[in-house]
């Protein structure tokens, strides 16, 4: 970060001078992190919308412009051109992989696909309608105990050992999840094969019969790499920066990783293509065309799920993609769901309505994923599951920011407004 100038600030009788900084893409900061020693101050910034957290090299976001760019790269270059796997190498290691490192690295995730078989008592131990967040985010903990070289809560040992654990993850993540899928439906549990990529293994670990392997269509294996992709990474929303600031006490990336899907579960974050689902069903059910519903979205009664944006003030890039892809396979396959057409009218509808023009209301990545997932076959319960696998190296990177960066250890403040001080009052003498 380049030091650009000074502001000022006139405050308790003070004037103090406060660095100005500036990033890659010249997006301005005043620098605050020696304002409470100098002036006895701090800042006060409810829910965070103009506080940096951090410095970052991993993702760059202009909302207004509806840039999205990983390691520099457009987003859409990296949907038109690139997987899953090798997205989730760009993200943690910073560079697209090279034939070698691509190798490596897909054998590193293939040798960690296995869960240990002790896990399997884990899942047994759960209500067979445990939703599947609850479910992931213990077992992605639970993994600390099974894999204790990989998670000592020493960041110098645990970066030595980072390549296994970042890849153990990635790759267990979905063993955990298609587990659970199976378990809860009381099926086989079906195994990785070594064979298969990573977006084909996982639904064959879902949807395979030990008597009839399931066939996975390329569009099926690609639109799935697409949705993943898009969720690799989003810079310091509610879950990354809950990762990072799990991260910044010492502890290990699994544990960091495990409270991220708990910060990812809420329906004003990854819940919301969970959510979308649901209103859209609502709104079909009801046989409203979507205006009642957007009716009601005005007078502040619902929210429409899907729509609006902390970061985009304009149409969210990965909207874009996923919902020109999501006609595609829909129509590849052949499925007719009128909850896209629902969905389309919805869009179409807000996108010319005054409410939603000025408060810059677009879809984000959620209004469209989840007509994809229902076409492939993943139920909606798992929506946001699916979010977090596709999240996970962007956690991943963003730990290994703070895990290498001797990071401080993240400790907001506040203005207190409760009770001045009083005293105690004995038992009988309370009202
Ligand atoms: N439907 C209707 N009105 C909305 C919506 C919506 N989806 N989103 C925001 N608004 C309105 C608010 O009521 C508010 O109106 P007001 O100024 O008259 O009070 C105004 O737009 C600003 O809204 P805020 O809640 O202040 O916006 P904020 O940045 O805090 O919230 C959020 C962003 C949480 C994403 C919000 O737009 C929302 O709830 N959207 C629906 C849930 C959703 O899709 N979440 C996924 C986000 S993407 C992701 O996490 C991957």
Redesign the pocket.
């Known amino acids: 970060m380049q030091e650009i100038e000074k502001a000022t600030l006139h405050i308790c009788g003070k004037k103090i001078e406060l660095p100005v900084r500036t990033g890659t893409e010249g997006e301005t900061a005043v620098d605050i992190s020696r304002l409470r020693e100098r002036a006895g101050v701090i800042t006060l910034d409810n829910?965070y919308?103009n506080t940096g957290s951090c410095e970052s090299t991993i993702t760059y976001i202009d909302g207004d412009r509806s840039i999205l760019r990983y390691r520099g790269y457009p987003i859409e270059q990296i949907a038109a051109h690139s997987d899953f796997v090798e997205t989730a190498y760009l993200v943690i290691y910073g560079e697209l992989p090279n034939a070698a490192q691509r190798v490596t690295f897909s054998n590193l995730l293939t040798e960690n696909s296995a869960i240990h078989e002790r896990m399997v008592y884990l899942f047994e131990s759960y209500p067979r309608d445990a939703h599947p967040m609850a479910l992931l985010s213990a077992m992605v903990n639970a993994l600390a105990c099974y894999y204790p070289h990989l998670a000592t809560n020493n960041h110098a040992r645990d970066i030595v050992n980072f390549d296994e654990a970042a890849a153990s993850l990635i790759s267990k993540v979905r063993t955990i999840t298609a587990m659970a899928y199976r378990m809860s439906r009381g099926l086989p549990i079906i195994y990785p094969r070594r064979k298969l990529r990573y977006c084909e293994n996982f639904l064959h670990m879902m949807f395979s019969e030990p008597y009839d392997p399931y066939e996975c269509e390329p569009v099926v294996g690609r639109a799935l790499n697409l949705i993943l992709l898009l969720h690799a990474d989003?810079e310091q929303?509610?879950s990354t920066s809950t990762v990072r600031m799990v991260a910044s006490s010492g502890a290990n990336l699994f544990a960091s990783a495990a409270a991220g899907v708990c910060a990812l579960w809420g329906?004003?974050?990854?819940g919301?293509n969970q959510?979308?689902i649901e209103m859209l069903q609502e709104i079909h059910a009801e046989g409203d065309d979507g205006s009642r519903f957007i009716a009601a979205?005005?007078a502040?009664k619902?929210?429409?799920?899907?729509?609006?944006?902390?970061i985009y003030k304009n149409y969210?890039p990965r909207a874009k993609i996923i919902g020109k892809s999501c006609g595609e396979l829909l129509d590849h396959l052949g499925v007719n769901d009128p909850l896209l057409d629902i969905a389309r009218k919805l869009e179409a509808t807000a996108l010319n309505d005054g409410?939603?023009i000025e408060?810059k209301?677009y879809p984000?990545?959620?209004?469209y994923s989840g007509i994809m997932m229902r076409a492939i076959g993943i139920p909606l319960n798992m929506f946001t599951v699916m979010?977090a696998i596709g999240r996970m190296p962007g956690w991943v990177a963003n730990w290994r920011e703070v895990a290498s960066n001797k990071s401080r250890i993240y400790r907001p403040r506040q203005i207190y407004t409760g009770h001045a001080i009083r005293d105690f009052i004995p038992e009988e003498n309370r009202g």
């Open positions: 829910g919308g989003h929303n509610c329906p004003y974050h990854g919301a959510a979308v979205a005005k502040g619902r929210r429409l799920m899907g729509f609006g944006h902390r969210d409410y939603f408060r209301l984000n990545v959620d209004f979010f």
